[in-house]
């Protein structure tokens, strides 16, 4: 799944959380999360009070907006955690100083709701973020996931990344180009703003929970129709998951879907990616160049040219290198 190498790990990397979504829900273990990233020697700042609660989200668009702020002009901090997703941070879009966040040279990793953000910098700046992990539930839950931890370790450590994945039908092909998307939702509510753009001969993922093929159709015309889905060179489905078929469908699925999709598009289709609102995502960089070769089902997904922990300490880093483990 990687490069072989490992993770530089202690000797100054210092990780923000910020909560610019929703707050943490009852139950969920923020000290179990703290622990687990200290024991590979980082640091953690928490920006966020777990107290600091207004109606659904976690704390005030202001206070949301100026954790993000915080994190970026703190010169200890090396990566933004997101605490979760949820919802709130297309809310924050408008106040937030995204050059100065592009400028900090913090790594921003999320997902789901924090799609929104990674799309605006990307869109505004170019900026590269990544889709991964955040605090709930991924590093809060007591089975936490190794290979979730170690695709994030893998990633982020290092300057190339390639992730290995298969699913039956999926077709024969070798193309490069930038790797965009995140959660579906968040791509069909910013389209048509200035907070997301396509980039040209791009490689596209999704993912999303709780949305039935037909919805997820929908959101994929929306984007056609608003023209980002031209000179894109493959769509790579991430896990959707959480929705019900019913008697209505009348053998309307999500195979019935990528059929019409495929057809009507006129690009390639791909499925298996591990990622989206699953126990095991791995880690992907959002702006980043890639290169995705398929044969007989099995596809290999090589990652390079981002922002990495080892650049930011330097080469080789400065300290010991340790395995990111569960």
Not at 14 to 25: K, L, Q, S, W
Not at 49 to 67: C, E, L, S, Y
Not at 122 to 132: D, Q, V
Not at 234 to 247: C, H, K, N, P, Q
Request: with cysteine; glycine share 12%.
């Amino acid at each position: 799944m990687s490069t072989g190498k490992s993770l530089p790990a202690g000797d100054g990397v210092c990780v923000a959380i910020v909560a610019p979504g929703g707050y943490a829900p009852p139950g969920r273990d923020l000290a179990l999360a703290r622990k687990r990233l200290e024991a590979f020697g980082w640091r953690v700042k928490l920006l966020h009070d777990p107290a600091d609660v207004h109606q659904r989200f976690a704390g005030t668009d202001a206070a949301r907006a100026g954790q993000l702020h915080a994190a970026a002009a703190d010169p200890d901090v090396h990566m933004v955690l997101a605490l979760r997703g949820g919802y709130g941070m297309s809310r924050l879009l408008p106040i937030l100083d995204l050059e100065t966040l592009a400028g900090s040279g913090k790594l921003f990793v999320g997902h789901s709701d924090f799609t929104a953000l990674q799309m605006a910098l990307l869109a505004r700046t170019g900026a590269i973020t990544f889709a991964g992990p955040m605090i709930c539930d991924d590093f809060t839950r007591e089975d936490a996931s190794a290979f979730t931890l170690r695709s994030f370790g893998d990633c982020i450590g290092n300057a190339e990344y390639v992730l290995p994945f298969d699913h039956p039908g999926n077709p024969a092909l070798d193309l490069s180009g930038p790797l965009w998307g995140g959660n579906l939702t968040m791509l069909a509510h910013l389209a048509g703003t200035p907070y997301l753009s396509a980039p040209r001969d791009g490689i596209l993922f999704i993912e999303d929970v709780n949305e039935h093929p037909y919805r997820v159709e929908r959101m994929l015309l929306q984007l056609q129709h608003a023209g980002l889905l031209r000179q894109q060179q493959a769509i790579v489905f991430g896990a959707f998951t959480g929705y019900r078929l019913s008697d209505y469908d009348n053998g309307y699925d999500f195979g019935a879907m990528l059929d019409y999709m495929g057809a009507m598009l006129g690009i390639p289709l791909v499925c298996g990616l591990p990622f989206g609102h699953v126990r095991d995502k791995a880690t992907l960089p959002v702006g980043a160049q890639a290169r995705l070769q398929c044969s007989e089902g099995q596809c290999l997904l090589t990652l390079g040219g981002y922002p990495n922990l080892s650049a930011i300490l330097g080469a080789g880093g400065r300290g010991p290198h340790q395995e990111f483990r569960a």
